[in-house]
């Protein structure tokens, strides 16, 4: 989905919010948890893919200062700025990670945490199929959404105004596990951002592997 001057509406959303962002999900264990298991099955020196990027703080700084080569995509330019300033180890990309070319393969693990809320299910569906050829095989793909039954829902997010969509948990599991990839591991949560606007939210992370052969 885009806005008028054809950026993608997500852009607009998180240039507004900015480094509210990290403040916000700075406490989320279940976050660092994942980062942590995908830490223990990284070779040194992995190629690593962060999809919405955000502030880049904490995955691809996590990342990067294990001696990992991190790329993070994401379409906010002031996303873009303030993870460029803040993990100078890291490289970043302003881009639609939609229109992006990813070579089949190209790298050894990608992360996907809540950038896919706001494409449509088609979207989501094609772009995890996408990801999961970039992934070599023998790589492994944490993603995390909101696990809820919604489609082009209006809402209110960090007091931005958001057209939502998601798929129920186990919905969100098989189009994963359609994409081609095996999931290893799945932890559900509520975690509350901290901001005066937010509310509980569900959480669900998938720890994967695209099988095959190392390489």
Do not use: K, N
Request: aromatic letters at 6%; a negative charge.
């Amino acid at each position: 989905m885009t806005d008028g001057d054809h950026r993608p509406r997500a852009a607009a959303v998180f240039d507004a919010i900015g480094a509210a962002y990290e403040q916000a999900f700075a406490g989320s264990e279940p976050h660092r948890a994942s980062l942590a298991w995908l830490l223990g099955r990284l070779e040194p020196g992995s190629r690593v893919l962060d999809v919405g990027s955000g502030t880049g703080r904490p995955t691809a700084q996590t990342l990067a200062g294990a001696g990992h080569d991190v790329l993070g995509i994401d379409c906010s330019p002031v996303m873009v700025g303030l993870a460029a300033r803040q993990v100078p180890g890291a490289s970043f990309r302003c881009a639609d990670i939609r229109e992006e070319r990813l070579a089949d393969g190209s790298f050894d693990a990608i992360c996907v945490y809540f950038a896919l809320l706001q494409m449509s299910r088609d979207e989501q569906s094609a772009l995890v199929r996408r990801l999961a050829r970039a992934l070599r095989p023998g790589g492994h793909m944490v993603l995390a959404t909101v696990p809820l039954d919604v489609e082009d829902v209006e809402a209110v997010f960090m007091g931005q105004p958001v057209r939502v969509t998601s798929f129920a948990a186990e919905d969100f599991t098989a189009m994963v596990s359609a994409a081609g990839l095996r999931v290893l591991r799945q932890d559900e949560a509520l975690f509350t951002p901290a901001h005066p606007d937010a509310v509980p939210e569900p959480q669900l992370f998938l720890y994967c592997r695209r099988d095959g052969a190392a390489g």
